[in-house]
């Protein structure tokens, strides 16, 4: 079982910015492939971003140039930097880990609300 629990989510208008973090707790004994989701109401759950095991990055095109996923393996922290943000990036974010980069993920945090206004 691995815990999965995000911060930093806030208010902020419109151009600002934001990092969110998820701490990885429990089974670590192996690097997972991590990403994090979103989901605006009445929306689908959207995957902005995903790190792979070896280090590999991709980005939806709604948040690439402007969202950096990165991790902190020695805190067992993900993290998402997120720049020039919109008013609809506003939506509930989730951090997830899996042992490869497949959707559905198998593990997710609880979630933390990002609102951008105009």
């Known amino acids: 079982q691995v815990q999965l629990v995000e911060s930093g989510g806030g208010s902020v208008q419109a151009g600002g910015s934001l990092r969110l973090s998820c701490v990885a707790s429990?089974?670590?004994?192996?690097?997972?492939?991590m990403g994090w989701f979103r989901q605006a109401p009445g929306k689908e759950r959207e995957e902005i971003a995903e790190?792979?095991?070896?280090?590999?990055?991709a980005y939806a095109s709604s948040v690439r140039g402007r969202f950096t996923i990165s991790k902190d393996g020695a805190k067992n922290t993900l993290y998402l930097e997120m720049n020039d943000l919109k008013p609809e990036d506003t939506a509930t974010y989730y951090c997830?880990?899996?042992?490869?980069?497949?959707?559905?993920?198998?593990?997710w945090g609880q979630g933390t609300q990002v609102t951008v206004s105009s």
């Open positions: 790190i792979s095991p070896t280090g590999g990055t």
């Open positions: 429990g089974n670590l004994d192996r690097t997972y492939c």
């Open positions: 997830a880990a899996d042992y490869v980069c497949r959707d559905p993920f198998l593990y």
